[in-house]
């Protein structure tokens, strides 16, 4: 397996593909990326089709265990972000 591309190596590619400049690229894809981060934080989801979906969830608090003591502790309510794939995408992969 070849080894993932980079930020700057995947703005080159799209750039090559799309007769954009890089700078243009690079620009775009900086909007898109705090575009998904702005409507998940507003609206707590976020779909780019064919991709998936940037959902923020609440997790509840719970019990949980130190792993070096084997003590019980209490483990807080917070705040996480997922990232489901979508079915088209999970089969052009797989």
């Known amino acids: 397996m070849r080894k993932p591309m980079t930020k700057s190596q995947m703005i080159a590619h799209l750039s090559e593909k799309s007769g ?5 690229v690079a620009a775009f894809w ?14 707590g989801q976020c779909t780019l ?3 998936g979906k940037m959902v923020k969830q609440q997790r509840k608090a719970r019990m949980g265990r130190n792993p070096a003591t084997g003590e019980s502790i209490q483990i807080p309510a917070k705040t996480v972000c997922k990232f489901r794939v979508a079915k088209q995408a999970k089969e052009a992969i797989l």
């Open 20 to 24: 954009m400049s890089k700078k243009d």
């Open 30 to 43: 900086d909007m898109l990326v705090m575009s998904v981060y702005e409507e998940t934080r507003e609206a």
């Open 49 to 51: 089709p064919g991709i």
